[in-house]
């Protein structure tokens, strides 16, 4: 059975910074694209990173490049995300997700439905 756990997010001021945290169990991270995603009251959940297992290439969303990084530490079988520079419009759940392709540009813009399971999410809140 797959689980994905995450942990990090919290309250933070606007410039601050936070790293979230992916831990995996039933599933090997090696195998798969790994992404998070976003939720934000009222809204969609959006497309945030993605790491591909297939090569190692990772993509962004406009509205984070430059501030976001993802990484996956392969004896860990954890995913993270660096943040930095954090907006109040980056608050949100974030939810990591996996179970699908070993790439993130098998489908344009990975969407959420290439991936088979989810984690519960944290919440991310930036705001003076």
């Known amino acids: 059975q797959v689980q994905l756990v995450e942990s990090g997010g919290g309250l933070v001021q606007p410039g601050g910074s936070l790293r979230l945290s992916c831990a995996a169990s039933?599933?090997?991270?090696?195998?798969?694209?790994v992404a998070w995603f976003r939720q934000a009251p009222g809204m969609e959940r959006e497309g945030v990173s993605c790491f591909s297992s297939f090569d190692g290439s990772t993509l962004y969303a406009e509205s984070v490049k430059g501030r976001f990084t993802i990484s996956r530490d392969n004896a860990k079988n954890t995913v993270y995300l660096q943040m930095n520079n954090l907006k109040p419009w980056d608050t949100a759940i974030y939810y990591c997700a996996t179970d699908g392709p070993p790439s993130c540009t098998v489908v344009a813009g990975f969407p959420e439905h290439i991936f088979g399971s989810w984690g519960q999410g944290t919440q991310v809140t930036v705001s003076s």
């Open positions: 039933g599933v090997t991270l090696d195998y798969y694209a």
